[in-house]
C-alpha cells in the first residue's frame, strides 16, 4: 500500500493542518500512514530562497526553477515521484489502485504557471490531473489524492462496508441516502426503506445504482 508520503510544496502548513481534521488525523495518529513535507522555499536560490522565474519566450506569470525543485527532490529519494498538473493523467479509481502498488511516494506541487518542464523529464514517474479545471496550486489537488489513496488504506475509514458500495466501484454511481425525518418539506423517504424488509432495500439499493 501507498502509505509514506512527502509533499513538496511551498505552503506546507495547508498540508499541516489538513492532517489534524476527521478521519485523516485518526489515521495519522493510529500510523496507518506516514506524511512529512518538503517545503520549497528551503531549497530556494540565493539570499532572497528564489524559486520562480520568468518564462522564456515570454509570456504572463512565473515559473518553478529547475534546480530548487530537483534538490528538494533528490533529497528525498522515495519509490515514485507525483506531480501534480492540469495536463497530466486524470485521476480514477484505477489509478488510485496503481498507485498503491508502490509504497512511497513524493507528492509535488506546483503554483504560478507551472513547473519548468525538464524537471518533469527528469523527475516524473506519474504527472496526474484532478479535473478538467485549473486551480492556483497543487495543494488542493493534493490534499484530494492523499484522501482518495488514504481512504483505501484498511483500518482507515470507520466503516470498511463504505468503500464496497461508494460510487465509481465496479463501473457505478451509488445509490441515494437519506435519513431522519421521514418528511421533509412534503419530501418523503422512499417507503420500501422504511419498511424493516431487508431483500427489498437490498433490491431498491441495487436498482438505484447508477450506470457511469
Ligand atoms: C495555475 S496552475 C498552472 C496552470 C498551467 N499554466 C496550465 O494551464 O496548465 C499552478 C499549479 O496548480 C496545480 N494545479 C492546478 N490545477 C490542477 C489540476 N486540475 N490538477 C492537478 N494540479 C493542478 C499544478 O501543480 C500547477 O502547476
Keep these: 500500500m501507498l502509505s509514506k508520503y512527502n509533499i513538496v510544496t511551498l505552503f506546507p502548513k495547508l498540508i499541516d493542518e489538513w492532517s489534524e481534521t476527521g478521519i485523516i488525523s485518526k489515521a495519522h495518529e493510529s500510523s496507518l500512514f506516514e506524511l512529512s513535507t518538503t517545503n520549497l522555499r528551503d531549497y530556494g536560490l540565493g539570499d532572497y530562497h528564489q524559486v520562480d522565474d520568468a518564462p522564456y519566450g515570454g509570456g504572463p506569470g512565473m515559473v518553478l526553477m529547475p534546480e530548487p525543485l530537483d534538490n528538494a527532490i533528490s533529497a528525498n529519494k522515495l519509490d515514485i515521484n507525483i506531480f501534480l498538473t492540469p495536463s497530466g493523467d486524470q485521476l480514477n479509481e484505477n489509478l488510485i489502485t496503481e498507485l498503491h502498488t508502490f509504497q512511497s511516494a513524493n507528492i509535488i506541487c506546483g503554483r504560478y504557471e507551472g513547473f519548468d518542464q525538464r524537471i518533469i523529464d527528469m523527475h516524473a514517474d506519474y504527472q496526474i490531473s484532478?479535473?478538467?479545471?485549473?486551480?492556483?496550486?497543487?495543494?488542493?489537488?493534493?490534499?484530494?489524492?492523499?484522501?482518495?489513496?488514504?481512504?483505501?488504506?484498511?483500518?482507515?475509514?470507520?466503516?470498511?462496508?463504505?468503500?464496497?458500495?461508494?460510487?465509481?466501484?465496479?463501473?457505478?454511481?451509488?445509490?441515494?441516502?437519506?435519513?431522519?425525518?421521514?418528511?421533509?418539506?412534503?419530501?418523503?423517504?422512499?417507503?420500501?426503506?422504511?419498511?424493516?424488509?431487508?431483500?427489498?432495500?437490498?433490491?431498491?439499493?441495487?436498482?438505484?445504482?447508477?450506470?457511469?
Excluded: C
Excluded at 185 to 211: A, F, M, Q, R, Y
Design 130 to 212: 484532478i479535473g478538467q479545471t485549473v486551480v492556483s496550486g497543487g495543494e488542493v489537488p493534493a490534499l484530494f489524492l492523499l484522501e482518495a489513496l488514504i481512504r483505501k488504506i484498511p483500518g482507515a475509514l470507520g466503516n470498511a462496508e463504505s468503500l464496497l458500495t461508494e460510487s465509481f466501484t465496479d463501473g457505478k454511481l451509488d445509490h441515494p441516502v437519506y435519513t431522519r425525518p421521514e418528511v421533509y418539506k412534503d419530501k418523503e423517504v422512499p417507503s420500501v426503506l422504511l419498511s424493516g424488509n431487508h431483500k427489498k432495500i437490498e433490491e431498491w439499493k441495487k436498482n438505484n445504482l447508477t450506470d457511469i
